[in-house]
């Protein structure tokens, strides 16, 4: 074996405990590229594969002749096409596959058909087809495209971030090493080739292992995925099917990536101890720079914390060198940690806005509508007098059916909502809102009033309601938040002025006339945000103002039951006894059961939160490693300078709280370091997503101090495990006879 | 009155097989005041002695009392304090803290003992090793000799009744040297502090009251210098 071989075998080999670490730090980063990688790789063919289910085309015209059809179809614009008969038996559709889409894809079919005259037609795109090939860079890819960068930077950080502390960590060392080595007359480039054989070895090992590992989490990903789309493709043919997938350009990143940090991370410290003179390297004179700062408010410190406190901050300060491996490793774990969980926070609310639900399995309703007399009913007079109105169930009664219902099942969870927007409509004035309540729609025109609903809820969640507000109960409380849509995304408002006491309510007719007035006083105020009805604003925005007792044109249950089925058919018959129909109106019943619709929900639902929670999981054990092994051996570097102290007459607890003291200054300044980059990425991710859906930047507070707590309890029990098996050697042995 | 008594003292390193007889069944005691030298070849178990005297290793067997008590007896917090109250340790090689200054170092036994700071002992410290205006400096910055002196001057800030040096001058040139054991044999007359002294240097170890040979970690002979 060359001499250098043997030189960088017999360095794995002498710090094995460090080898290992390192090879965890490898292991853990490749196999985390690969199964982000792969995972995608193999949603994007199962999308593919789901889309082309529909279709394989990017644009279609419809309502054409078969001869437009065909004269349409030979244009050499398109690469392939087919056609299908419409339901009129004499019209046709052509699909066709654009051989070169352009960027206004609607512009370039209009064009084609002007070719030839073709018209009139409706057409339309394949959106997500053409946006899976990279065409049409529309708003929706391009937040894809940018949340994408973030992870995949983020992924590359915390993967050189990794590598490169295993060795850093050991910088100093090595370098004292190569000094040795210089002085007994190794060239550089000898000690070059050693270091470049070991990275060389460490990546052979590494590299594979952890290419395989991340296909075995990628292929429990698509298990895990096929699993919860159980439900989902159970209901509907165009199922989704995650296939595993091991693309050649996944391993080409993993491996390129890691051999690149690898092989740099161990070069420098190389090429840094070729450039020094051999005894300052033996010194450690290029590596860890110590400055004899002057450490403020000392004396502050040493009353504070004692001689202990002062003499970690002396060495925090002054060998920040030392510790800026374990701060890196630290701070970055806060920021992994920081983006992981607010990607996945605003991926979930935005997934709630977007589809607003409620737990449920059944959904039982009876709801009264506007009867039109059929016989005298013309158009001409838009049923004016003819029409009988909504009768209101009266708020007695619902609560009668929610108990009723609940008799079925006692574990079952009952949930009532009814609404009523008055007999035609009924309004307040635009004067109660503030500039933000613009975006509610004006009832017939601006400056118009704008409509009321009422909402009754039953027993358990008015109460709820009424203590969230700070109101006693019997009080009607506002909702002031509404969800809506604005220029296209769904928006969070709060569009009322403050300190609304009361709201001048007024009835109306068909022709905006008053037909009579109330005054409603508001007893106390509602977030739909934090209560759960924020799906019930989404339907139209109005002012809402829940009441204890009024009567409503429809009520819903919606209700959490294990037998789902069977509660549908009870409620069916539950209803019509309990609330029977009126002598004049008329009153609908319903009652599903949707077990199966909601569980293929929950299922896209659980599937994101799996993955989202996999992908913090991950990073965080990243970060873990790292800070454990930057820790650990920063300790055991230090182990001659805890024996000199206890060689002094400093007490074993003396040196627990100096190290104490250590982890805590180690913790703060990594949290410094960590959550400002950290929270900004958290800023910028929320800001992405609002392009889909608005709604609030809510300061992460838990996350934060979930981060301080969890930095802390990592440094302090890394530290204290390592000093305490540093403690438990000789003191001579740690001070070391020779240096 | 012996301040330090020594009985059948042994150490052996290693395990079976491949083990070393650092010392083998020492027995000796020093007076108050007294300086002793201690010479031998290099390997004799000389170092290995003097860590058991200061107790900041463990015997194999044997005893050693200090002004009567039995230090082995204590538990290691008790053996902590009793170090840094009794026992100025300087040791062969590495000796300094490498983030603390050269004041700093020098003052952290009365740190640790939780004592103030005494400016007119730290100056008069500075002043007789000679490094006042660099007091400031870390030990990094220093020559080797100057970091030997440092050790000598933070052996003697505690005014510990035994002073240990393992070769306080092994490091350094003659004149150096000169001032290193002016600085100790200073101590042990002002103070009537104890020196235990190892040397190479015959020069040294005449000026001791009395001379232990070891070899092979046995004493081979214990004499008064006239
Ligand atoms: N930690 C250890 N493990 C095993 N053997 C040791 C250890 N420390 C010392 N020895 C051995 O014990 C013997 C005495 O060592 P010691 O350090 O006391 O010698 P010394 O007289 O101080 O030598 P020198 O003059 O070279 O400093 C030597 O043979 C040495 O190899
Ligand atoms: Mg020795």
């Known amino acids: 074996m060359k001499l250098t071989a043997k030189l960088a075998l017999s360095q794995l080999k002498a710090n094995r405990r460090r080898t290992v670490l390192t090879l965890l730090g490898i292991v853990l980063s490749v196999s985390m590229i690969t199964a982000v990688f792969g995972f995608v790789a193999s949603a994007r063919n199962a999308i593919f594969d789901t889309i082309l289910k529909g279709g394989d085309y990017h644009v279609a015209y419809e309502g054409l002749t078969p001869e437009q059809a065909d004269i349409l179809a030979a244009d050499t614009e398109f690469e392939s096409s087919y056609t299908k008969e419409a339901y009129d038996g004499e019209h046709v559709a052509l699909y066709c596959r654009l051989a070169q889409p352009s960027d206004d894809v609607w512009k370039q079919m209009a064009d084609i058909a002007g070719k030839y005259n073709i018209g009139p037609f409706t057409s339309h795109t394949n959106t997500e087809l053409l946006m899976l090939e990279g065409y049409a860079p529309d708003e929706y890819s391009m937040i894809l495209f940018s949340i994408g960068t973030v992870l995949f930077l983020v992924i590359m950080f915390a993967s050189i971030i990794v590598i490169s502390n295993a060795f850093r960590v050991s910088a100093g060392e090595r370098t004292k090493q190569f000094g040795i080595l210089k002085s007994v007359g190794a060239t550089s480039r ?243 809102l503030n500039s933000e309540g613009e975006q509610i729609d004006p009832w017939i025109q601006k400056e118009a009033p704008v409509k009321v609903t009422y909402i009754l809820l039953d027993d358990v969640f008015y109460a709820k309601m009424c203590r969230q507000a700070n109101a006693p109960l019997g009080s009607n409380l506002l909702v002031t938040q509404l969800m809506t849509r604005v220029d296209g995304k769904q928006t969070i408002i709060s569009p009322f002025r403050e300190n609304i006491t009361e709201i001048d309510v007024i009835s109306r007719d068909f022709d905006g006339n008053s037909v009579g007035s109330e005054t409603i006083p508001i007893g106390g105020y509602v977030k739909a945000l934090e209560s759960e009805l924020l799906w019930i604003t989404g339907n139209s925005p109005a002012i809402y103002i829940i009441t204890p007792d009024r009567g409503m044109n429809s009520l819903q249950w919606l209700v959490n039951i294990e037998d789902s089925a069977g509660f549908a058919k009870y409620a069916k018959d539950v209803l019509r006894d309990t609330v029977p129909l009126p002598a004049t109106g008329n009153l609908s019943y319903s009652s599903d059961d949707i077990r199966a619709s909601i569980a293929a929900q929950q299922g896209l639902v659980n599937l994101v939160m799996v993955m989202i929670y996999g992908f913090i999981a991950m990073l965080t054990l990243i970060g873990l490693t790292n800070v454990i092994s930057t820790i650990s051996t920063n300790i055991r570097f230090r182990r001659r300078e805890f024996a000199m102290l206890v060689s002094m007459g400093m007490t074993a607890r003396g040196i627990k709280r100096m190290i104490n003291y250590e982890s805590l200054l180690c913790g703060i300044n990594s949290l410094l370091f960590g959550l400002i980059p950290g929270l900004l990425l958290s800023y910028f991710m929320y800001a992405q997503t609002t392009d889909l859906a608005n709604y609030p930047y809510e300061f992460p507070f838990v996350p934060v101090i979930a981060c301080a707590l969890g930095v802390f309890t990592v440094t302090f029990i890394t530290m204290r495990f390592s000093a305490s098996r540093v403690r438990s050697e000789n003191i001579i042995e740690a001070i070391g006879g020779n240096e | ?220 002979s214990d004499a008064e210098v006239r």
């Not at chain 1, 070991?198 to 952890?210: F, K, N, Q, R």
């Not at chain 1, 920021?335 to 737990?359: A, K, Q, R």
């Not at chain 1, 039982?364 to 158009?379: L, N, P």
């Open chain 1, 190 to 432: 000898q000690i070059r080739s050693s270091v470049v054989y070991e990275g060389l070895l460490l990546s052979v090992i590494g590299i594979p292992a952890g290419i395989a590992v991340g296909f075995l989490v990628e292929a429990a990903g698509c298990a895990l995925a096929e699993y919860f789309f159980t439900a989902l493709n159970a209901i509907n043919n165009n199922g989704i099917h995650l296939k595993f997938t091991a693309p050649w350009w996944v391993i080409a990143i993993a491996a390129t990536l890691a051999f690149v940090t690898i092989f740099l991370s161990a070069y420098l410290p190389a090429r840094k101890a070729s450039k020094i003179p051999a005894i300052e390297a033996i010194r450690g004179k290029g590596e860890i720079k110590l400055k004899a700062k002057k450490v403020l408010a000392a004396k502050l410190i040493r009353n504070l914390f004692g001689m202990e406190g002062e003499l970690a901050a002396k060495s925090m300060k002054r060998s920040s060198r030392s510790y800026r491996a374990t701060v890196v490793a630290l701070a970055s774990s806060v920021v992994l940690f920081l983006v992981g969980v607010s990607f996945g926070d605003s991926i979930m609310t935005s997934m709630d806005m977007l589809y607003p639900g409620i737990e449920a399995t059944a959904i039982a309703s009876v709801s009264s509508y506007r009867v039109v007399d059929t016989s005298t009913y013309d158009i001409e007079v838009s049923g004016k007098k003819q029409d009988i109105p909504p009768v209101p169930t009266s708020a007695e009664k619902a609560r009668e059916a929610t108990e009723k219902l609940a008799e079925y099942d006692k574990n079952a969870d009952i949930r009532m909502i009814g609404m009523n927007s008055g007999e035609v409509m009924q309004t307040a004035d635009r004067a109660i």
């Open chain 2, 1 to 220: 009155m012996n301040i330090l008594q020594v009985e059948n003292l042994s150490k052996i390193y290693g395990k079976e097989g491949t083990q070393v007889k650092a010392l083998d069944g020492v027995s000796f005691s020093v007076k108050k005041g007294e300086f002793v030298a201690v010479v031998g070849a290099s390997g004799s178990g000389k170092s290995t002695l003097l860590h058991l005297l200061g107790g900041v290793d463990r015997p194999t067997s044997g005893k050693v009392y200090v002004d009567s008590k039995d230090i082995y007896s204590m538990d290691e917090s008790k053996l902590a304090i009793f170090r840094r109250r009794n026992v100025g340790l300087i040791y062969q090689f590495y000796n300094l803290i490498p983030t603390l200054t050269v004041e700093e170092n020098i003052m952290l036994p009365r740190l640790l003992d939780g004592r103030e700071a005494d400016k007119d002992k730290l100056r008069a410290i500075l002043e007789t090793i000679g490094l006042t205006d660099r007091r400031n400096h870390l030990p990094g910055q220093l020559s080797g000799g100057q970091q030997q002196r440092v050790s000598v001057g933070r052996a003697l800030i505690n005014d510990p009744a035994i002073i240990l040096a393992d070769e306080p001058t092994g490091n350094l040139d003659s004149k150096a040297s000169r001032e290193v054991m002016e600085l100790l044999k200073a101590a042990n007359k002002r103070y009537n502090q104890t020196l235990l002294v190892i040397t190479h240097d015959e020069k040294i170890a005449l000026q001791a009251d009395r001379i232990i040979t070891i070899s092979d970690g046995r004493i081979i």
